[in-house]
Every structure is written in C-alpha cells, then in structure tokens.
C-alpha cells in the first residue's frame, strides 16, 4: 500500500486531494499551517502541523516510511506585497523549503516526490501555447522561485536517485475556489456589467479534479519520473466566452459592454489594477499534449462539466452571495 506525505493538505488543492487519495485507499500524512486547519481534514488523514516549510524546518519523522511526497505547499502570489524583499520572501518557502524537504525525503528513501509548480515559470501573457520545450522565462517573484525550486529538484535527483515530477498548472478552479475566479462569480451573480465585451484573448485553465487526476497519474506512472508537464483542461477560452459559460450555468445574464482593450489597460494602470487587468484581457495558453501522449492522460471533466460543479458550489455554499459581495443597493435575494 503507498503512504503519500501531502504538504499543504488542508488548502484548496490539498483537501481535494486527499479525498482522492483515500478512495484509492492509499495512507495519507499530511502538513497543515494551523492547528485551526486540522478540523478541515478527514479523519484517515495523519495530520500535524507545520509552519510554512524553510530551510529549518525538520521533517525528518513525518517522512518515515514515505515512499511519495506531494508539495503543495508555497508561499504564493500576492497582489499587495508588503515585503521590501520580494524576491527573498518567495526564495525562503519556495526555494530553501523545498531543498529542504526533498533532501529530507530522499535521505528518507522516498520513491518519488511530485512537485506543483506553475505556468508562471515559463512566463507571462503569450499568444502562442507554451510547451516544455519553452525556455524558462518568470518574470515575477514567485514564477522565479518555483523556477529555481525545479533547478534545485532535479539537482537532488541526480544526486540521490529520487524521481522527480514536476506539474506547472495555470490557474485551477473548482468548488472551493477562492481570489479572482470567486470575485468573478460574485459580480455575476450580481449581473455587474463589465467592460469585456471587445476582449478577444485565450486563456488556459484547469478544473480541480482533473488535476488531482493528473496528480495521481504522476504519482503512478513509471514514465513520469524525471518529467515536467504543463497540464490544463484542454481547451482554452476567452475572457468573455468564460463569462458567458459562468452566468449560464448559474441561471444568470451576462451583462458585457464595449470598451477598447487598450484603454482598459491603461484604466488598470492608473487605478494599480494591471495585473488584474492582464488577467481579465491578456492571452495565457498551455499546450497539455505531452503528458497526454506520454502518460495516456486525459481530463476526465469537460470545461463545461467543471464551471457547472463550481457554479453548483457556490451557489449552495456559505451564503456567498448573500453575505460576502452585496454591492450598494444590492437585496438579499
């Protein structure tokens, strides 16, 4: 039976995850942050708590008998960095933390570790699909971080015979989904009109359950070891063709106005919104070829199928509509 050690395992991906992995009856051990996220654990889980994972941190008994890691686990983007230091913020959890703990793992005797990186390595917003043939090019702290921590991954391959996975994601949604994607469900619950209507870019995604297959398959496969893939859900979507999908699935209109996307981006600028702004407009695709060709995977949900399941969730869950974005003027109902 494998004994799977998932840091992270009480974050959006991470709980998911374990749920997987438990249907599959595998044990799992997991890292949370607090002790207030062990509750959001299930009970197969053999839970403890860890602080964010540095160059410190000490892992060494919760990996015995470990013959997976799963790292999860980051310091992740932040729209408002209050650290002076950016660069050296990320560098400390994303790149000490994971020497660290594959270090540990391989001294341990782990088989394999998989680790979720980021389409933010191989850059920004691009027309073109990216691929693993791409040269590297992060732009910001944390696609840099992730980068050096896959440098420094396979480093510790090639010394100590560990097999590394690597999987860089664009963004994930699924039930549970939180930041831009959930404020995007939020204004169109509401019917806000938008200024996206003339925005003609693609962009990739992937669903929360066909990566968390995609994460199995890697954990399984033996051609995996020693590979990167860059995963989605196969099929890219503009800004507005997303929108449309999002208001049909929760019964709502989708209400879109005209506006030149150059100006926008200039609005975005002025407001120090430009980054949000890029997401909304720019172009973002990966090309999941290879790990469908290498490893036989496919995603087991269509787009479609994955916006209908968040849409379900939050239409169902905490009263998110209600309580957590009421626009002025705005009812309860």
């Not at 549970?176 to 994607?181: H, T």
């Amino acid at each position: 039976m494998k004994k799977i050690f998932i840091t992270g395992a009480a974050g959006f991906i991470g709980q998911a995850l374990c749920k997987r992995i438990i249907a599959k009856g595998w044990k799992i051990r997991g890292s949370v942050r607090s002790s207030s996220q062990l509750n959001k654990l299930p009970s197969e889980v053999d839970a403890l708590q860890v602080e964010l994972i540095g160059p410190d941190t000490n892992l060494k008994k919760a990996l015995e008998g470990v013959d997976t890691v799963i790292h999860l686990s980051a310091r992740v983007h932040v729209m408002n960095e209050c650290y002076k230091d950016s660069l050296a913020s990320y560098q400390q959890v994303n790149v000490a933390g994971t020497k660290r703990l594959s270090s540990l793992a391989a001294d341990s005797g782990c088989r394999r570790f998989v680790f979720m990186s980021s389409v933010k390595v191989n850059g920004k917003e691009r027309s073109q699909p990216y691929t693993e043939m791409d040269m590297p090019m992060p732009l910001d702290p944390y696609g840099i971080s992730k980068w050096e921590a896959e440098q420094a991954l396979h480093k510790i391959a090639n010394e100590s015979g560990m097999e590394i996975v690597v999987l860089r994601a664009p963004l994930v949604y699924g039930p549970g989904v939180k930041a831009n994607f959930l404020r995007l469900f939020k204004l169109l619950y509401y019917m806000i009109p938008l200024p996206l209507a003339n925005v003609t870019n693609r962009r990739s995604l992937i669903y929360l359950e066909n990566l968390l297959d995609a994460i199995v398959t890697c954990v399984n496969h033996p051609r995996a070891a020693g590979q990167t893939f860059l995963v989605s859900d196969g099929r890219d979507l503009s800004t507005p063709e997303l929108i449309w999908r999002i208001a049909e699935a929760m019964g709502r209109k989708a209400r879109l106005f005209s506006f030149p996307p150059s100006m926008l981006k200039t609005m975005g600028k002025i407001i120090g919104r430009s980054a949000e702004i890029d997401r909304l407009a720019g172009s973002l695709c990966v090309d999941s070829s290879k790990i469908r060709r290498m490893l036989g995977w496919k995603p087991p949900y269509t787009i479609e199928e994955g916006i209908r399941e968040t849409a379900e969730w939050f239409l169902k869950s905490a009263d998110y509509p209600r309580t957590i974005f009421r626009p002025y003027g705005a009812g309860t109902d």
